[in-house]
Antibody, heavy 113, light 112 residues
Framework: EVQLVESGGGLVQPGRSLKLSCLAS????????MNWIRQAPGKGLEWVAS????????YYADTVKGRFTISRDNAKNTLYLQMTSLRSEDTALYYC??????WGQGVMVTVSS | DVVMTQTPPSLSVAIGQSVSISCKSS???????????LHWLLQSPGQSPKLLIY???NLGSGVPDRFSGTGSQKDFTLKISRVEAEDLGVYYC?????????FGGGTKLELK
């Protein structure tokens, strides 16, 4: 069974940092590009970042460029999102996902003083 | 950025009825490899999104064949035949041809 399990969320003050992780299982993680998608409370889905299978290609939404870093460790079957200089507008449920495949259950990030 | 326009924003349907949801993109979604990376997702209440259809018309794993997808270039449609109670939620289209990836605004399916 394919599983994506996110962790690392929580309440953080504006300007601080947080690192999300996504542990993948049930498929050959190293063969697939991966994404982080977020959903603010009561809102739609917003793509955040993508990384290719070998980390050769990385893309970010303009809203997070320069503040967030996506990475992966294929030996550990894990996807990461390092978030710095967090803002209140980054408050959302963050999903790890393959857009043409499985999604995780999401992890909540709340940015508030 | 590619703008994905989804209509209608909401639908109220009876069990057993068939419905269609439209998704139009501001640019062609045909990639250089000839494939079209337009996918459909369902987010059931309180759940994470689930893939229904990938690359316009291919059923996701375990998705019933009541769901079907059609379209090309910039104009796509998701059809649900014989709606069941478990189909309620918000449907999204998403394009994975261009960066940034973009989602439609969602169509909320409610039961009458």
């Amino acid at each position: 069974e394919v599983q994506l399990v996110e962790s690392g969320g929580g309440l953080v003050q504006p300007g601080r940092s947080l690192k999300l992780s996504c542990l993948a299982s049930g498929f050959t993680f190293s063969n697939y590009g991966m994404n982080w998608i977020r959903q603010a409370p009561g809102k739609g889905l917003e793509w955040v970042a993508s990384i290719s299978s070998s980390s050769s290609y990385i893309y970010y939404a303009d809203t997070v460029k320069g503040r967030f870093t996506i990475s992966r460790d294929n030996a550990k079957n894990t996807l990461y999102l390092q978030m710095t200089s967090l803002r209140s507008e980054d408050t959302a449920l963050y999903y790890c996902a393959r857009l043409s495949g499985s999604w995780g259950q999401g992890v909540m990030v709340t940015v508030s003083s | 950025d590619v703008v994905m326009t989804q209509t209608p924003p909401s639908l109220s349907v009876a069990i057993g009825q068939s419905v269609s949801i439209s998704c139009k993109s501001s640019q062609s979604l045909v990639y250089s490899d000839g494939k079209t990376y337009l996918h459909w997702l369902l987010q059931s209440p309180g759940q994470s999104p689930k893939l229904l259809i990938y690359q316009v018309s291919n059923l996701g794993s375990g998705v019933p064949d009541r769901f079907s997808g059609t379209g090309s270039q910039k104009d796509f449609t998701l059809k649900i035949s014989r709606v069941e109670a478990e189909d309620l939620g918000v449907y999204y289209c998403v394009q994975a041809t261009h960066f940034p990836r973009t989602f439609g605004g969602g169509t909320k399916l409610e039961l009458k």
